[in-house]
């Protein structure tokens, strides 16, 4: 019985030294975020073909797989301590539809962009915040359920925002499917966390168990949907040139950097402005690239979208790095 006992101390140091090396394995992965998304869409530019496997189905299942990974990192209590105090999620729901389409503006006019690439820099202004940013405020140590109650509000928000800005800054009447977009949002975003915030309640050791492994398949889910909406439009990214690089860029680093000090400066905590600064920097891209190929007559309207991905995914992706070993010394 001491051999069989000795044996089996054996096997369980030998299975937790292999942990300890896939969590630093793990670690360092989800640290090189930035690179990955560069690497995924640099192959997406080059050879659109290798992701045509990524059917509609796929992106829909990885963007669930995305908020399923966020979803057991959650408990209900979360969510109730975060609707205790809805000013930040007013003030981040004001930055993403009031400040963002601004900026969006500004720039496309200082940058001189022609009508047709113009109002597709709005509409990317004037979209709701995207689903990779609470995987992106999970890594920067924010507030994940802050995070997710921010998407779903300006998700939601979209139904009316979006064709409203587009028609009072350009003159141009979106359609907005309000249905669909309610419809997907519960399919995409709520249902998955629900499940998994479910899994976290009635099965925590399951959940303990697969907790690891969460970050991981949040950021390969990212990396497959930045390239696949990349290698859609591969062609038009290419020839857009930095007369749209640019202002595109800017668009979501100044974005981050004024969503990040204007609630710092209002009173609001660390975590919470780091949560409000990647939620308004990172966009919907993807849904303003079919909203523009469905609802604007000019084709050149979509690529400021299609642009958007790429640089949406690399900021935010670089602000949640940095900040992740930014320690935070406030309690909260």
Not at 23 to 43: E, Y
Not at 265 to 292: H, N, P, Q, W
């Amino acid at each position: 019985t001491l051999q069989s006992s000795e044996a089996s101390d054996g096997d369980k140091s030998l299975a937790s030294k292999i942990f300890d090396v896939y969590t630093k394995t793990a670690n360092a992965a989800t640290t090189l975020f930035p690179l990955w998304t560069v690497l995924f869409t640099a192959l997406a530019l080059k050879k659109p073909s290798t992701f045509d496997f990524f059917t509609t189905e796929y992106f829909t299942a990885a963007l669930a797989a995305l908020m399923l990974s966020m979803g057991i990192t959650l408990t209900p209590q979360d969510f109730v301590e975060v609707t205790k105090e809805p000013s930040s999620v007013l003030m981040q729901f004001s930055l993403c539809y009031g400040m963002m389409p601004a900026l969006a503006l500004f720039l496309g006019k200082a940058f001189g962009l022609d009508a047709g690439l113009l109002a597709g820099m709005v509409l990317v202004g004037s979209i709701n915040g995207g689903q990779a940013s609470n995987l992106c405020t999970y890594i920067a140590k924010g507030n994940v359920a802050l995070s997710v109650l921010m998407t779903t509000a300006t998700t939601v928000g979209a139904i009316l925002m979006t064709p409203f800005l587009c028609k009072s800054l350009l003159g141009a009447v979106v359609p907005v499917d309000a249905a669909g977009i309610a419809k997907s949002t519960i399919q995409v975003v709520l249902a998955p966390i629900a499940i998994g915030m479910s899994a976290n309640k009635f099965f925590p050791k399951l959940v303990k168990a697969v907790l690891p492994f969460a970050p991981v398949v949040g950021v390969v889910s990212t990396c497959l949907l930045v390239a696949s909406a990349v290698a859609q439009v591969a062609e038009p990214i290419m020839s857009a040139g930095w007369g749209l690089q640019i202002p595109v860029l800017l668009l979501h680093l100044v974005g981050g950097l004024v969503g990040y000090w204007l609630p710092k400066m209002t009173g609001f905590g660390e975590v919470k402005s780091r949560t409000m600064a990647i939620e308004t920097s990172m966009k919907s891209s993807a849904f303003g690239f079919l909203l523009a190929k469905l609802h604007f007559g000019d084709y050149v309207a979509r690529v400021p979208s299609a642009v958007s991905v790429v640089w949406m995914a690399l900021t935010g992706s670089m602000l949640a790095v940095i900040w992740r070993y930014i320690p935070v010394n406030e309690e909260e």
